[in-house]
């Protein structure tokens, strides 16, 4: 797959994939980011994925920007390291409509569908976690049925309350903290996607899978965080 390097900053370099949003463009991506979690290469500190893109930071004290491209350019053999990132299947139970989900009824109008139907095309696929970003925690999730498709709020809402589900455009995402956000609402989930209480932070990662599962609101109320929720 061809990719492109470019400078962003002075420690930064970007690998550019083709300028797409797609699965696999996304999997190439990933590829490269668990070769180097594998590969020590000289200079290198951290990477960052995106849709389409991996943001190499580096230390120029120990390899210069041309350097770091050699190293990349010296692995050929991509295949067979993306398994091991993508074996976490995460399962998220979500209340749909009612309090939970204001926007249900809207996306369903819009779409001219049943608010069931809405749901059932929204826990029928198995999502990619694309990337993390926006606020901490924050899922841009690919995969979404075309047929739910709904644009995002003309004003923002100020205040959308943490663990609310929702769809922008062809894509659906979770809010892993209270912030302000433009996305249809449809559910709420119980999870917590982002708890410093934890030894790792972060529920998902670039990279996961994720299933929704409707539960009722008197389940989402009784839910037991210890609950077992994710899935090799």
């Given at each position: 797959?061809?990719?492109?390097?470019?400078?962003?900053?002075?420690?930064?370099?970007?690998?550019?994939?083709?300028?797409?949003?797609?699965?696999?463009?996304?999997?190439?991506?990933?590829?490269?980011?668990?070769?180097?979690?594998?590969?020590?290469?000289?200079?290198?500190?951290?990477?960052?994925p995106s849709y389409r893109t991996l943001g190499i930071v580096y230390d120029p004290l120990q390899a210069s920007f041309q350097q770091?491209?050699?190293?990349?350019?010296?692995?050929?053999?991509?295949?067979?390291?993306?398994?091991?990132?993508?074996?976490?299947?995460?399962?998220?139970?979500?209340?749909?409509?009612?309090?939970?989900?204001?926007?249900?009824?809207?996306?369903?109008?819009?779409?001219?569908?049943?608010?069931?139907?809405?749901?059932?095309?929204?826990?029928?696929?198995?999502?990619?976690?694309?990337?993390?970003?926006?606020?901490?925690?924050?899922?841009?999730?690919?995969?979404?049925?075309?047929?739910?498709?709904?644009?995002?709020?003309?004003?923002?809402?100020?205040?959308?309350?943490?663990?609310?589900?929702?769809?922008?455009?062809?894509q659906t995402g979770v809010y892993p903290i209270e912030s302000p956000g433009g996305w249809r609402i449809i559910g709420g989930t119980?999870?917590?996607?982002?708890?410093?209480?934890?030894?790792?932070?972060?529920?998902?990662?670039?990279?996961?899978?994720?299933?929704?599962?409707?539960?009722?609101?008197?389940?989402?109320?009784?839910?037991?965080?210890?609950?077992?929720?994710?899935?090799?």
């Amino acid at each position: 797959m061809p990719r492109r390097y470019v400078a962003n900053g002075d420690r930064m370099l970007l690998v550019e994939f083709p300028e797409e949003i797609s699965k696999e463009i996304n999997l190439q991506v990933h590829d490269l980011a668990s070769v180097l979690a594998t590969k020590n290469v000289p200079g290198v500190i951290e990477w960052i994925p995106s849709y389409r893109t991996l943001g190499i930071v580096y230390d120029p004290l120990q390899a210069s920007f041309q350097q770091v491209i050699d190293s990349l350019d010296q692995i050929e053999d991509l295949g067979g390291h993306i398994q091991a990132s993508r074996s976490r299947r995460i399962e998220i139970p979500v209340a749909y409509g009612g309090e939970m989900g204001p926007d249900l009824d809207f996306v369903a109008q819009h779409n001219q569908l049943s608010t069931e139907e809405v749901i059932r095309l929204h826990t029928a696929n198995e999502y990619l976690v694309y990337l993390v970003g926006f606020t901490p925690g924050f899922p841009y999730l690919g995969g979404m049925a075309t047929r739910i498709a709904t644009p995002r709020l003309a004003e923002p809402r100020p205040r959308v309350p943490a663990g609310s589900v929702a769809i922008g455009g062809n894509q659906t995402g979770v809010y892993p903290i209270e912030s302000p956000g433009g996305w249809r609402i449809i559910g709420g989930t119980p999870l917590k996607l982002f708890d410093l209480d934890r030894e790792s932070p972060f529920l998902l990662k670039a990279g996961d899978s994720v299933r929704f599962r409707s539960i009722t609101l008197e389940e989402f109320q009784s839910f037991d965080p210890l609950t077992r929720f994710a899935r090799s």
